[in-house]
């Protein structure tokens, strides 16, 4: 069965750092994309950023809104994906999920969220 | 970017009812076309995939059609448990996008 458990969230001020996990299991982890979708009651859903598998490099996208301050990684060893989130701003909060993608490129199982608020 | 628009915005129907629900792409998305279903409180679930095939474990009264820009989701038979807000996604190319949703009330 895949699980994928999201940690990390909380409040953060404005200018703050934050970085989320995503626990993977159930698939072969090198194997698949995974992508970051976030969820603002005001704007929807929101892509974030992918990480390629394993034989595409682990290589990266961003969306245009976080490009330069989001980084997206992965461990190996234990099966994690991060994102690493910089010089946040109010409209990052959200609902931040990850999302493994299926082999012909469609979202196939979601995580249950971390909220990120970020509030002075 | 591709932008996706859905419509309706929000729909009420009656038990046993079918609705569909559209979603257009401002460029042609081939069928890189996702159908998710969302419930409050819950993450979102894929319901359809390539436009019109069943993700695993999904009955089959939900179906998807289209190609290119235009693209509709059913759903037949409605139940109760229906009540969600569904959405579509393109993953032709980057950005990845999202309708704005529709919410179905029951």
């Known amino acids: 069965e895949v699980q994928l458990v999201e940690s990390g969230g909380g409040l953060v001020q404005p200018g703050g750092s934050l970085r989320l996990s995503c626990a993977a299991s159930?698939?072969?982890?090198?194997?698949?994309?995974i992508d970051w979708v976030r969820q603002t009651p005001g704007k929807g859903l929101e892509w974030v950023g992918r990480s390629r598998n394993k034989a595409n490099s682990y290589t990266t996208e961003y969306a245009a809104s976080v490009k330069g301050r989001f980084s997206v990684s992965r461990d190996e060893s234990n099966n994690s994906l991060y994102l690493q989130m910089n010089s946040l701003q109010t409209d990052d909060t959200a609902v931040y999920y990850c999302?493994?993608?299926?082999?012909?490129?469609?979202?196939?199982?979601w995580g249950q969220g971390t909220l990120v608020t970020v509030s002075s | 970017d591709v932008q996706m628009t859905q419509s309706p915005s929000s729909l009420s129907a009656s038990v046993g009812d079918r609705v569909t629900i559209t979603c257009r792409a401002s460029q042609g998305v081939s069928n890189s076309l996702v159908w998710l279903q969302q419930k409050p409180g819950k993450a979102p679930k894929t319901l359809i995939y390539g436009a019109s095939r069943l993700q695993s474990g999904v009955p089959s009264k939900f179906s998807g059609s289209g190609y290119g820009t235009d693209f509709t989701l059913t759903i037949s038979s409605l139940q109760p448990e229906d009540s969600a807000t569904y959405y579509c996604q393109h993953h032709k190319n980057y950005p990845i996008t999202f309708g704005q949703g529709t919410r179905l009330e029951i």
């Open positions: 159930g698939f072969t982890f090198s194997d698949h994309y």
């Open positions: 999302v493994v993608v299926n082999t012909a490129y469609y979202p196939d199982y």
